[in-house]
């Protein structure tokens, strides 16, 4: 459980693999790419999507499978700010906060979700539904102040419209 009481999709110190479907895919991945190390980046969404985010038991996992050294995959989720590393919500919410965005109030918004929904910077809200991120840009500024919620972008959108369409959310 996390510090929310929000049930893990994959709890700490349990091992990870990919189910059946998932290894499909990889084994499939790995045919578009000359050499394994290119595949990375797309193998790593693959867990993600089972798992939501990246336990060290998920990049031993990748290590072992990929032939690739930990240390390497590490530096890729820590580069990218698409990986977690943490557990995260079903709903990762992305909050544009570059000049364009916050011009328009998009750092205000920001502050008022974490502080309506009572939640931080990456922390699962108490029922599970909703992670916080803000992005230095999200480049839709046409759409400022604009967010994604999961792979969707919304805008522009205000306090009171961010807090009903993620109230909306599963």
């Known amino acids: 459980m996390s510090s929310h009481g929000v049930e893990k999709s994959h709890s700490q110190g349990a091992p990870f693999k990919f189910t059946a479907e998932n290894l499909a895919k990889y084994e499939e991945l ?6 394994v190390e ?43 700010d698409m990986f977690y590393d943490v557990p995260v919500a079903r709903n990762m919410v992305h909050v544009c906060t ?4 916050s011009m328009f109030g998009g750092r205000e918004i920001y502050q008022g979700l974490l502080k309506h929904f009572d939640t931080d910077y990456l922390t699962p809200t108490r029922d599970g ?3 916080l991120q803000k992005m230095e840009c999200l ?5 400022a102040p604009c967010m994604r919620i999961n792979n969707d972008y919304v805008g522009p959108v205000d306090l009171v419209a961010a807090i009903q369409k993620l109230e909306e959310l599963p």
């Open 139 to 143: 480049g839709a500024c046409e759409m």
């Open 98 to 101: 570059n000049i364009t965005c």
């Open 38 to 80: 290119s595949a990375l980046l797309p193998v790593l969404h693959l867990v993600q999507e089972q798992n939501r985010w990246l336990p060290t038991e998920a990049i031993e996992y990748v290590s072992e499978l990929m032939k690739i050294p930990e240390i390497k995959i590490k530096e890729v989720i820590s580069f990218y």
């Open 30 to 35: 790995l045919t578009r790419y000359d050499d």
């Open 129 to 131: 539904r909703i992670s």
